[in-house]
């Protein structure tokens, strides 16, 4: 089946650092692929999608110079969190899709959990 | 309102049980449905997918559309310890060029021995 590679699984870093998260495709051209927060005991809510070779589109309240994504090929996105603060330790997921259509599905990385001390 | 509910739980159940986990969504345009389970520490694990009303088995996993009540259902048979998780329902409208997805809060589900 379609597998998503996220790396690192885990951060912890200090206040002011960037840090960059990546997301592959392992044996699928990823098309679109997205970036997700999910705070404890709560949903995923989506930050930015993003489309091979394009910039990415983000959700309203996301800062886009914050979350820098870059997806430079049908296998690789990165998330990059500018100057990291306390408030951005999170859980970020990725998420790639093979079509650019509704009916494929996503398929998710196992997250990468960024603490910020 | 928010577009999609999903009661938060915990729903805790005997081993064996058969479970249900319900959502709600207030957009009709929605027309993809989704179940994926999460476990701790984990990204979500698509489970089921179907499209528009009806009914979708797998294994011990079915899966149920109303699009008439907008409420989506998923089963689980003869429930195991492994089975321990938080399940998300998903759905996405039939339009739009990319395959943005609304999420459920997810229901916690424990099955003990």
């Not at chain 1, 005991?41 to 999608?49: D, E, G, N, P, V």
């Not at chain 1, 049908?74 to 079509?99: K, M, N, R, W």
Request: net charge neutral; hydrophobic share 30%.
């Amino acid at each position: 089946g379609a597998v998503v590679s996220q790396h690192p699984s885990r951060v912890i870093c200090k206040s002011g650092t960037s840090v960059k998260i990546e997301c592959r495709s392992l044996d699928f051209q990823a098309t679109t692929m997205f970036w997700y927060r999910q705070f404890p005991k709560q949903s995923l809510m989506l930050m930015a999608t993003s489309n091979e070779g394009s910039k990415a589109t983000y959700e309203q309240g996301v800062e886009k110079d914050k979350f820098l994504i870059n997806h430079a090929s049908l296998t690789l996105s990165t998330l990059t969190v500018t100057s990291a603060h306390p408030e951005d330790s999170s859980f970020y997921i990725c998420s790639a899709t093979q079509g650019a259509y509704s009916n494929q599905p996503q398929h998710f990385g196992d997250g990468t959990r960024l603490s910020i001390l | 309102q928010k577009e999609v509910e999903q009661d938060p739980g915990p729903l805790s159940v005997p081993e064996g049980a058969i479970v249900s986990l319900n959502c709600t969504y207030s957009n009709s345009a929605f027309q993809y449905f989704m179940w994926y389970r999460q476990y701790s520490r984990k990204g979500p694990e698509l489970l089921m997918y179907t499209y528009s009303s009806g009914n979708k088995e797998d294994g011990r996993f079915t899966a149920q559309v109303d699009k008439s009540s907008k409420y989506i259902s998923l089963f689980i048979r003869d429930s195991q310890p492994s089975d321990s998780a938080t399940y998300l329902c998903a759905m996405s409208p039939l339009s739009g060029g990319y395959n943005k997805l609304i999420f459920g809060a997810g229901t916690r589900l424990a099955v003990h021995p």
